[in-house]
């Protein structure tokens, strides 16, 4: 996708063909900030504070976190120690774990002198298969829109709600949740987002609204609790999330306040889809609410906001009183029954425990046994 009318990727080997480069999303939309990693602490840090964030993403810098790791000492014993620091970072994304896993398969059993040769290979495949996973994605869900677009007067805009940020920026290019809007929009399609700005730390003011603007994407940026107003009123057409986790039931686990929004599409009739690429499916889990460690972070989040002032500088103010406490849940998770479909990379699936396992039998967190009743 777009950065300046230049076409980019969010994650990129360096030119010494080693080191790692990111965006530091943290800045954006104000800074467009790059980072170099050097080390598998550093892959860490970007994860743990989100400099790098999107459950597609944070897998593929985990995977350089590991080639990092093992420039530096190739033994089971680094191997094992780089897993574990990378895995801490993010309770409840699946790629992370889906990431990590394949990397150490891709040199286990490899000699030490053959390692870091194969570890940049995966980690590389794993980039490439991301971006073929968005873009098939788009795909399958560019209909979705098309469709909706035929029933309307010539020229007339399709409106698509999105919560958080499941877009190049959250994954290696194309996203998910928008990789149908982008394919729309470069096709003609009169396509329109409403961008939550998603509290609390404004992924959808911040890099939803930034990215579609750099694509020349018509977007409004709106308040949280606004969505469900505009499905009450015939204004939204669909609904097109992302997800860090889906179980085998078809329960969806996303940013928080993604239910809520579910909840208001089920009432108003609105077509409510998941952007799922298959490595975010976890058929290890079954009841979403039960079983997904949702994450807990730092208040702070809360408690401030970062913006530019009049006067062009870039300022954290706090926004609650002094000693209020503060509880900043990450994710929540929206039941399968609120899901009209899951947009993968083979095809619309419905949120439901059949209809996943024929589409995957062959999907890693089934286990070898499931993998084989599967296929008999």
Same mark, same amino acid.
């Given at each position: 996708?777009?950065?300046?009318?230049?076409?980019?990727?969010?994650?990129?080997?360096?030119?010494?063909?080693?080191?790692?480069?990111?965006?530091?999303?943290?800045?954006?939309?104000?800074? @467009?900030?790059?980072?170099?990693?050097?080390?598998?602490?550093?892959?860490?840090?970007?994860?743990?504070?989100?400099?790098?964030?999107?459950?597609?993403?944070?897998?593929?810098?985990?995977?350089?976190? @590991?080639?990092?790791?093992?420039?530096?000492?190739?033994?089971?014993?680094?191997?094992?120690?780089?897993?574990?620091?990378?895995?801490?970072?993010?309770?409840?994304?699946?790629?992370?774990?889906?990431?990590?896993?394949?990397?150490?398969?891709?040199?286990?059993?490899?000699?030490?002198?053959?390692?870091?040769?194969?570890?940049?290979?995966?980690?590389?495949?794993?980039?490439?298969?991301?971006?073929?996973?968005?873009?098939?994605?788009?795909?399958?869900?560019?209909?979705?829109?098309?469709?909706?677009?035929?029933?309307?007067?010539?020229?007339?805009?399709?409106?698509?709600?999105?919560?958080?940020?499941?877009?190049?920026?959250?994954?290696?290019?194309?996203?998910?949740?928008?990789?149908?809007?982008?394919?729309?929009?470069?096709?003609?399609?009169?396509?329109?987002?409403?961008?939550?700005?998603?509290?609390?730390?404004?992924?959808?003011?911040?890099?939803?609204?930034?990215?579609?603007?750099?694509?020349?994407?018509?977007?409004?940026?709106?308040?949280?609790?606004?969505?469900?107003?505009?499905?009450?009123?015939?204004?939204?057409?669909?609904? @097109?999330?992302?997800?860090?986790?889906?179980?085998?039931?078809?329960?969806?686990?996303?940013?928080?306040?993604?239910?809520?929004?579910?909840?208001?599409?089920?009432?108003?009739?609105?077509?409510?889809?998941?952007?799922?690429?298959?490595?975010?499916?976890?058929?290890?889990?079954?009841?979403?609410?039960?079983? @997904?460690?949702?994450?807990?972070?730092?208040?702070?989040?809360?408690?401030?906001?970062?913006?530019?002032?009049?006067?062009?500088?870039?300022?954290?103010?706090?926004?609650?009183?002094?000693?209020?406490?503060?509880?900043?849940?990450?994710?929540?998770?929206?039941?399968?029954?609120?899901?009209?479909?899951?947009?993968?990379?083979?095809?619309?699936?419905?949120?439901?425990?059949?209809?996943?396992?024929?589409?995957?039998?062959?999907?890693?967190?089934?286990?070898?046994?499931?993998?084989?009743?599967?296929?008999?």
């Amino acid at each position: 996708m777009k950065i300046n009318g230049l076409q980019s990727r969010s994650i990129w080997l360096e030119p010494d063909g080693w080191s790692v480069g990111i965006f530091d999303q943290t800045g954006f939309p104000h800074r @467009i900030d790059r980072i170099r990693l050097t080390t598998c602490e550093d892959a860490a840090r970007a994860i743990r504070t989100m400099q790098t964030r999107g459950a597609p993403l944070i897998g593929a810098v985990a995977a350089y976190g @590991i080639c990092l790791a093992l420039r530096e000492e190739a033994s089971d014993e680094a191997l094992e120690r780089a897993y574990r620091a990378l895995i801490a970072t993010r309770p409840t994304a699946i790629n992370l774990k889906w990431a990590l896993d394949e990397m150490v398969a891709a040199v286990r059993n490899r000699p030490r002198a053959e390692r870091v040769s194969a570890a940049y290979r995966r980690a590389a495949d794993i980039c490439d298969e991301d971006v073929a996973i968005c873009e098939a994605i788009g795909r399958h869900g560019l209909p979705l829109i098309e469709a909706v677009a035929a029933r309307k007067k010539p020229g007339e805009r399709v409106n698509v709600l999105t919560h958080c940020n499941a877009g190049w920026l959250a994954t290696v290019d194309w996203g998910t949740a928008l990789a149908p809007v982008y394919m729309a929009h470069d096709k003609g399609v009169p396509v329109h987002v409403f961008a939550d700005e998603t509290r609390p730390r404004n992924q959808g003011a911040a890099l939803t609204a930034f990215e579609l603007g750099q694509h020349g994407v018509p977007h409004t940026v709106i308040p949280d609790n606004t969505g469900g107003h505009l499905m009450q009123h015939g204004l939204v057409d669909l609904v @097109i999330v992302g997800t860090d986790r889906v179980t085998a039931q078809g329960d969806v686990c996303n940013k928080i306040g993604t239910y809520l929004k579910a909840l208001a599409a089920h009432d108003n009739g609105v077509p409510f889809y998941v952007g799922l690429p298959s490595p975010t499916l976890d058929f290890a889990v079954g009841d979403g609410i039960a079983e @997904i460690p949702i994450e807990e972070r730092g208040g702070e989040e809360v408690a401030t906001m970062t913006g530019r002032t009049a006067d062009g500088r870039i300022e954290t103010v706090t926004v609650v009183p002094a000693g209020s406490p503060v509880t900043n849940y990450g994710f929540d998770v929206t039941p399968a029954r609120l899901v009209t479909g899951l947009i993968t990379e083979r095809g619309i699936v419905a949120p439901d425990r059949e209809a996943l396992a024929r589409a995957f039998p062959d999907h890693p967190s089934r286990g070898p046994a499931q993998c084989r009743a599967a296929s008999a």
